[in-house]
């Protein structure tokens, strides 16, 4: 007896799809909390540190911009 698979087969394109908008979401979620979760600003001081050195230096040394680019969050 042979059993079939019924789980429906996701396209190569549904996957990526899916993968790019649920990192997208939590992303999202993460870095614009909005004061929904209390404290979440001192779980993400040592990344939002991390993104103030690395957002100028890739926008120089990788993609050439000549001007200086800042990246400053507002809203602590």
Request: aromatic share 28%; with cysteine.
């Amino acid at each position: 007896m042979k059993i079939e698979n019924l789980a429906p087969q996701w396209s190569k394109f549904q996957k990526i799809g899916f993968r790019f908008l649920f990192i997208y979401f939590i992303l999202f979620i993460c870095f614009q909390n909005n004061g929904a979760f209390p404290y979440w600003y001192v779980i993400f001081k040592y990344p939002f540190e991390a993104l103030n050195a690395f957002i100028p230096w890739l926008c120089s040394n990788v993609f050439g911009i000549a001007e200086e680019v800042t990246y400053k969050y507002t809203g602590f």
